[in-house]
């Protein structure tokens, strides 16, 4: 399945499922939008929590009277004859005194509910905490890379979206908060004030052609890093298959290389030794022809009349026997079977 973030071609993707952009598409103009948005939470905020407090301090200026009063009507009611006696002129003006005291009363009740005092003060404060949020949610994601946060046009859409529904939601401020807000972040010039407290400005044009260019090479920059990915992910398992046959077929190439050069070497070492052995027997013979000459030589200065006969059956033995013997040996025993 699919994410995403992910693809077909190992793309990354934004929550839309959207090819992700170079650094999230996030460009100087768009932070400082979200930047002056945050400031307007911020000063919303503010304006609510005082605008709460003031209209419960109202509340309770209305509230707390009211009870004591109810209370001291009601006791008065019941104990007034105990207090004033059969004396009908003060039971009289106690009744009185009774009943304006109920009607203060009465009239103070109206007008707390009338002005919704305890109303608009939990709707200021519920306010108040809503835009605390949203000040908190921007700040949060212009605090990290632009590589780490959301796509720019789905947190940008977001937030205008919940913009809207907290400016449209929000309860009316009074006129002497705003003044207390102006006269207390007078002198702060770098926030972003809302258009309830004399903040209007200019509405400004995206024209910086700087910043065009910077996006667009980030994008170009972008796609082939993508392209370079999908050509090493789909090329690179292909081509390590074909290096590997390759090394595999030159390995063999070599092993059978080796293999014949070693037995073309086997067999030179093999006529080596025979041309050798052959050498040996040549001139194991030519010694012995030598021995039997140097033997014929000294019979004849023995002056021997019998000549020693030389079978070619002798040479034979001789030749047989030279790996027992000696060269020296052999013609002595010769020499003695010749003797006998």
Aim: hydrophobic content about 35%.
């Amino acid at each position: 399945m699919t994410t995403p973030n992910q693809s077909g071609t190992n793309t990354p993707r934004d929550l839309s499922g959207n090819k992700k952009k170079f650094q999230n598409g996030w460009s100087e103009e768009q932070e400082v939008l979200l930047a002056k948005w945050s400031d307007y939470a911020a000063c919303y905020r503010w304006l609510h929590d005082r605008t709460e407090k003031q209209l419960s301090f109202s509340n309770n200026w209305i509230t707390i009277p009211v009870i004591i009063f109810s209370t001291i009507t009601g006791s008065a009611s019941v104990g007034l004859t105990g207090l004033v006696g059969d004396d009908l002129q003060a039971q009289k003006y106690g009744q009185i005194s009774i009943g304006l005291v109920s009607l203060l009363t009465a009239i103070m009740t109206t007008l707390g509910n009338y002005f919704r005092f305890a109303q608009n003060s939990e709707a200021h404060r519920v306010a108040a905490v809503s835009w605390g949020k949203f000040n908190r949610m921007i700040t949060a994601e212009l605090a990290q890379k632009p590589n780490d946060r959301m796509d720019s046009l789905d947190f940008i859409n977001f937030c205008k979206q919940d913009l809207d529904r907290l400016i449209e939601q929000s309860p009316q401020i009074p006129d002497n908060i705003i003044k207390q807000f102006e006269r207390e972040f007078d002198k702060i010039t770098d926030l972003k004030k809302p258009d309830i407290c004399n903040g209007l400005e200019h509405t400004p044009i995206f024209n910086n052609s700087k910043t065009r260019m910077a996006l667009m090479t980030a994008e170009v920059a972008l796609n082939l890093k993508h392209k370079k990915k999908v050509l090493r992910d789909e090329i690179l398992p292909d081509l390590n298959k074909m290096i590997n046959s390759s090394v595999d077929t030159r390995l063999k190439n070599i092993e059978e290389q080796l293999r014949y050069e070693n037995d073309k070497i086997k067999e030179e070492e093999r006529k080596r030794l025979e041309e050798l052995e052959k050498e040996k027997k040549k001139n194991f013979m030519g010694e012995v022809r030598k021995k039997l000459g140097e033997f014929s030589d000294v019979m004849n200065e023995f002056h021997l009349t019998v000549p020693v006969p030389i079978s070619v059956s002798s040479l034979e033995s001789l030749e047989s026997s030279r790996t027992d013997k000696t060269h020296e040996n052999v013609v002595i025993d010769i020499i003695g079977q010749k003797r006998d």
